[in-house]
């Protein structure tokens, strides 16, 4: 079975400094989807970032990119520029195509002015 | 984007009664919908996957007499908590995705508090 391992339970990074939170997956096929979903206190599940596993270039969403290295398994996000707005509950999840997500168990960020 | 809409976002009811939770795809048709448990400071836990037109499939060590899930439209889904008792307070949260390839969007949650 997949696994999806975050194995820092909690982070801190100072204002617009830069911070990255660490992610590695267990899998024995080639073709999958990975995300980072941020929940902030609200609650509310957010979509960060997506990297499918085929493509070699790392995704990039404004001050949010990933570090894709598929031989090691691991799926890594860099916050730059980190804003009091970032501070949540980070997730790493990994999808087979037309399958269920698996997450890990998250990475709380705090932003400290 | 994808929205996905769960009404309501909080209830709180006695012990005893059923209570039921909406997730609607407002803008995209969702075959498949996930249903999700989430205990506090701990990730989301699935509980099970929504087939429209079909029985849902749910994960080991869902109730599913406890838990009914409905998928009756390519756009709602429903989770009925029946006979709620205390242990059944949670967060819960639905999702969907437009297609096979497109990541999931979640609505905002249902905070279930059985007194």
């Known amino acids: 079975a997949q696994t999806v391992t975050q194995s820092q339970p909690e982070m801190s990074v100072q204002e617009a400094e830069t911070v990255t939170l660490s992610c590695t997956y267990d899998?024995?096929?080639?073709?999958?989807?990975l995300f980072w979903y941020k929940q902030p206190p609200s609650r509310q599940m957010i979509l960060v970032i997506r990297q499918e596993a085929y493509k070699q270039q790392n995704a990039t969403e404004n001050r949010f990119s990933v570090n894709f290295q598929k031989a090691a398994k691991s799926f890594s996000l860099k916050i730059s520029d980190s804003q009091l707005g970032d501070a949540a509950m980070y997730f790493c999840a990994y999808r087979r195509r037309s399958e269920k997500l698996v997450f890990g168990k998250g990475t709380k960020l705090t932003v400290n002015p | 984007g994808a929205v996905v809409s769960q009404h309501p976002s909080w209830v709180i009811c006695k012990s005893g009664t059923s209570v039921k939770i909406e997730c609607r795809s407002l803008?995209?048709?969702?075959?498949?919908m996930f249903w999700y448990r989430q205990f506090p400071k701990q990730s989301l836990m699935l509980m099970a996957t929504s087939n429209e037109g079909s029985k849902a499939t749910y994960e080991q060590g869902v109730e599913k007499d406890k838990f009914l899930i409905n998928h009756a439209s390519l756009t709602l889904s429903t989770l009925t908590v029946t006979s709620a008792h205390p242990e059944d307070s949670s967060f819960y949260i639905c999702?969907?995705?437009?297609?096979?390839?497109?990541?999931?969007?979640f609505g905002d949650g249902t905070r279930l508090s059985i007194l």
């Open positions: 803008d995209f048709q969702a075959t498949t």
């Open positions: 999702s969907a995705r437009p297609g096979a390839d497109q990541p999931q969007h």
């Open positions: 899998t024995s096929e080639s073709d999958y989807y």
